[in-house]
């Protein structure tokens, strides 16, 4: 059976994605998986799409710091507020804009401290506080033990983009 390369661990699904402690494993690592992913790529290595008509590994990187800092502040929203409404963001033109074509350890740097700053705060939740919600003005309500199933899968599937790319070109 052949990979999607869109999906290369699958589609995410809540079901496979439920242990908390696993998940906040996942979060806390992903500053280091992905610079290893990206460690030793040229500027053209970089630049290359993970598939036709896809991000680039240099897009790639920058998006997981776009949206993980996008994911930081909600989990602070819906720790501090009643069920907020959160605003979402056009990922695919942020992809476009001028910074995306920054050397990658700009973003490693955020990487890095995004996740240190998400890790100790998702260590130190009470079960209550992973009940807390907020509203996703397409999606509707979101429990902060949902969010973080979201975003374990979301960290590996952007990491397998570059790894998979890695492997296919055999670099």
């Not at 906040?24 to 610079?35: D, K, M, V």
Request: hydrophobic share 40%; net charge negative.
């Amino acid at each position: 059976m052949q990979l999607d390369p869109r999906f290369p661990i699958g589609t995410y699904d809540a079901a496979k994605w439920p242990d908390r402690a696993e998940n906040i494993r996942i979060i806390a690592e992903l500053p280091a998986a992905i610079s290893a992913a990206v460690l030793g790529l040229s500027d053209e290595q970089l630049d290359t799409p993970y598939r036709e008509g896809g991000w680039t590994l240099r897009q790639t990187v920058h998006h997981v710091a776009d949206s993980h800092i996008n994911s930081l502040c909600r989990f602070k929203l819906a720790l501090t507020e009643d069920a907020p409404a959160i605003r979402p963001y056009h990922e695919d033109r942020w992809a476009e804009l001028a910074d995306s074509r920054l050397p990658v350890d700009v973003s490693l740097r955020i990487i890095e401290g995004v996740h240190a700053r998400w890790a100790e705060l998702l260590r130190s939740m009470t079960d209550e506080q992973y009940e807390r919600e907020f509203v996703h003005p397409d999606t509707g309500r979101w429990k902060l033990e949902g969010v973080l199933g979201l975003y374990a899968w979301h960290s590996m599937h952007h990491l397998a983009h570059i790894t998979t790319t890695r492997e296919a070109n055999g670099w």
